[in-house]
């Protein structure tokens, strides 16, 4: 339990310093949201009066001190407001209640199955070593050199407009003769489905090399320690053998899929700009077009507090798996 709490207060903190982040990187940068709203306006008629309101609605009344916009940023946050985007003239937090779904259903089912198949294979190339499964291991490196936006750019051009396998384009089908009624019913799960296949394939294919060479690395080496060994010369079935060494070579790789959330998410951003798929990833793309800076901020929180989730829930499972995690505290 010690062990837990202190690592939540770790925890707490990151999450404290990526708020203050947060704040202070945006107005960093030359202009501000305030200045791109009034160019796409496009209007000179706009009082003093006019422009101080808008200022006031998302946030930008530059009469207030630094440190006054930052207490007031953190009173909002803990409210739960996010502020208005500039772009959309809406609530930040509605614009995510609407595309976070699509992203946490695309990177959740890609990064189980890439998970679970990754370690699965690993475990058996680990046991089977020298054998023929070891080819996968040069395939699967590959994918996962290439960056994201290329291997995207090519299961959309392959897969997606010559083989017409799967759509590459939008979550669902939005075609001028589509009569889907978007909700829990057949034929539109069907196609969210079809569609998520190219964006969900490129998650998972530049991530599963590194599951794969994991656990082949750490089966190799447990397999060769004494409890093992003898775990065999007892004459358990090969199955248990193989049980009690994947349960301890497996501890590095639930610490390894903390690590990779991070990058998995950053890559399904990137996947969703290519396949125009109705995620957050999108929208940060249009935020950053458009100048949206409340829309990026808050997009990027929301990224920021997943990943340490992901990160405190990995760390809580391995002190659970492995008890000298727990002596050491």
Excluded: C
């Amino acid at each position: 339990m010690t062990t837990i709490l202190r690592r939540l207060g770790f925890y707490v903190l990151a999450a404290f310093a990526a708020v203050t982040l947060n704040f202070f990187l945006p107005r960093m940068l030359p202009g501000n949201a305030l200045q791109a709203l009034l160019a796409k306006m496009q209007t000179t008629t706009i009082t003093p009066q006019q422009l101080q309101a808008l200022a006031d609605q998302y946030g930008l009344n530059s009469k207030q001190s630094t440190f006054s916009q930052y207490m007031t940023y953190l009173g909002h946050l803990f409210q739960g407001d996010l502020g208005h985007s500039t772009s959309k003239s809406v609530a930040v937090t509605q614009i995510l209640s609407k595309d976070l779904p699509w992203t946490i259903g695309l990177v959740g089912s890609a990064t189980v199955v890439a998970f679970v198949l990754g370690t699965l294979l690993g475990i058996v190339v680990g046991w089977r070593r020298s054998g023929l499964l070891d080819a996968l291991l040069p395939t699967a490196t590959f994918f996962q050199a290439v960056p994201y936006f290329i291997l995207a750019s090519l299961l959309l051009i392959t897969g997606g407009f010559y083989w017409k396998l799967f759509p590459y384009a939008n979550g669902y089908d939005t075609g001028r003769n589509s009569n889907l009624t978007q909700g829990w019913n057949g034929p539109f799960v069907t196609s969210v489905v079809e569609h998520g296949v190219l964006p969900a394939a490129t998650v998972a294919l530049a991530s599963i090399a590194g599951w794969i060479i994991g656990m082949r690395n750490m089966m190799i080496t447990t397999m060769d320690e004494d409890y093992v060994l003898v775990a065999a010369a007892k004459g358990l079935p090969r199955w248990k053998v193989i049980a009690v060494a994947a349960r301890n070579a497996i501890l590095p790789t639930i610490s390894n899929f903390a690590l990779s959330i991070s990058l998995v998410v950053t890559g399904s951003i990137v996947t969703e700009i290519v396949f125009s798929y109705p995620g957050i990833g999108y929208q940060v793309y249009l935020a950053v077009l458009d100048a949206d800076y409340p829309l990026m901020q808050g997009i990027l929180l929301v990224v920021t507090f997943t990943v340490l989730a992901a990160n405190l829930l990995a760390d809580i499972a391995y002190v659970i798996l492995d008890p000298r995690a727990r002596k050491e505290a």
